[in-house]
């Protein structure tokens, strides 16, 4: 066997390869095991959201909307939107002559965020659709606005998510990617590594019964690109005019890029 055969053979288990969490794994795997924390989680997750959190991911979220230049009669995609908080804003501003898509790749999600929405009388401009962020299942040029919350972290191949939501987005539509990020100030990132990796997956199991879950979202962040990093994502991807705030230190951070 050659040099090159051996080097091409270890590049293409790279390409057949990801991390979930602090792991390797085969990039199916990740899927499946995704799925599996998301089932396990979605009936907890907006009583863990305001726990993590203590209730500030509202704040985030609706800096996400201010961010949005959402309007009347707007198409608007909420990708990965869960349990539909972005969605129920959205769908109130952009009225009855708009749309919004509630748009999840885990089912158990999906369900719970339908059944809260429809709960608080939230029908008519809102659709709810079962798909994946790297081939969503809409025509080219569709919605004026994206919105993807604390979700890109776990998708496979984020590259292809970005070009995918690209597609899709219209000529002077705009992309916000909400999600955890690197601390900027090291006193304060070091406290959130005690707390992530030490309170947080107590916190699951005390609430969700689900330690290794919270454990797993932990690691996850860790793994994510850091803010500079997803920013050359996104313009690689085609986005333009693209920012990025630091929202809590830099704990999370709203990306946002532009399709011209």
């Known amino acids: 066997m050659t040099e090159s055969t051996v080097q091409s053979n270890q590049l293409n288990q790279q390409d057949d390869t990801t991390h979930f969490g602090f792991e390797t794994v085969a990039k199916q795997e990740k899927v499946t095991r995704v799925a599996e924390v998301f089932h396990s989680v979605a009936a907890k997750y907006d009583i863990m959201n305001d726990l993590m959190s203590g209730g500030v991911h509202r704040l985030w979220k609706r800096f996400t909307i201010d961010c949005s230049g959402a309007r009347p009669g707007q198409r608007i995609l909420d990708l990965g939107g869960g349990t539909g908080d972005l969605t129920a804003k959205f769908s109130r501003i952009v009225g009855d002559k708009g749309h919004v898509i509630l748009a999840d790749i885990n089912n158990s999600m999906l369900n719970v965020g339908r059944d809260k929405l429809r709960d608080t009388g939230i029908v008519g401009n809102v659709h709810y659709v079962q798909a994946n962020a790297e081939e969503l299942p809409f025509p080219d040029n569709y919605f004026d606005c994206i919105t993807i919350s604390f979700c890109l972290r776990n998708v496979t191949d984020k590259d292809k998510a970005l070009r995918s939501m690209f597609r899709v987005l219209k000529p002077g539509g ?87």
């Open 174 to 260: 705009r992309l916000l990617v909400l999600e955890f990020s690197k601390p900027i100030v090291e006193p304060l990132s070091k406290v959130y590594d005690a707390y992530s990796f030490h309170l947080l997956p107590k916190m699951g199991e005390l609430v969700a019964n689900d330690a290794e879950s919270y454990r797993y979202l932990a690691e996850s962040i860790r793994m994510h690109p850091d803010q500079d990093t997803l920013e050359g994502m996104m313009q690689e991807a085609g986005f333009e005019q693209t920012k990025y705030y630091n929202l809590t230190g830099g704990i999370v951070a709203l990306h946002r890029g532009y399709k011209f």
